[in-house]
């Protein structure tokens, strides 16, 4: 079964559950595709086995042994991306879209365009069976992409070594590479705090999940910061015909535990929120 974590927002928790659901099988596939802020690496220390480029994109570079600094090129880029700096032209790299444009229209044929290649994906062993996680290196792009070459090699490593199960730890938010992290998984976990924020971001979220047609569940976490919220929360859900599958108190432990790199469910499995969190993975065994 391929489970994906993910949240509306930021903060919510959704990293310390997903560490948590992974440790509780005694052989998993953990997929960390939340690719700009990969982190679960960090708790798990996975020893790491296999190492891929990942071509993310273009960017122009200059060639300065051709170019007359004719200034051309910066009309024609529509992205800013160019600038005139101590009577030279020079690209930012950040705004570069690799477009090519400047490539083209360059009259000495001084500009290259090369792949952005400094984007990783990592597999690697860790106690509870194998991990694979993304590092996009900054200013690159296409997080869609490296989030998808996470999943696909996730997947390889289940097939080849017999795993069934696949916990995807996904991003933040409603963007590109949260779709690719929810695209054609057997369901979908969100995690939501009670608060406005959190309500707004569960709904738009819920849209996303419900366009795929994917089968669809929430935890609110830390309910007991806001009760009141909370059982809004509930309620829009029993509206939308979703099951709130978990509703966890704010408890200290969790954050002793990422201090130990342990899950809450390794660090303390008779507390109350570990047989909370265990009773809501249990719903999809
Ligand atoms: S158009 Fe070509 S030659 Fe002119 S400034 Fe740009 S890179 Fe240099
Ligand atoms: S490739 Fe496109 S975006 Fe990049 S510097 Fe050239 S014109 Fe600008």
Known sequence: MEIAIISGKGGTGKSSISAAFATLQKEVVLADCDVDAANLFLLFNPVCEEEQVVISGQKAVIDYDKCIACGECIDYCRFDAIVEENNRVKIIETFCDGCLLCSRICPQEAIDIVDEDKSRIYAGSFKNGRMVYGRLAPGEENTGKIVSKVRDKAKQIAKESGIKDIIIDGPPGIGCSAISSITGVDAVVVVTEP?????????????????????????????????????????????????????????????????????????????EISKLIKNSYLKFS
């Open 195 to 271: 608060t406005l924020s959190g309500l707004h971001d569960l709904k738009r979220t819920l849209e996303i999940t419900s366009g795929f047609k994917l089968l669809t569940s929430v935890i609110i976490n830390k309910y007991d910061i806001n009760e009141e919220m909370s059982s809004k929360i509930e309620e829009y859900c029993a509206q939308k015909n979703i099951e709130v599958v978990g509703k966890y108190p704010f408890d200290p432990l969790v954050v002793e535990a990422m201090v130990n790199c342990q899950s809450i469910t390794d660090f303390a499995p008779d507390a």
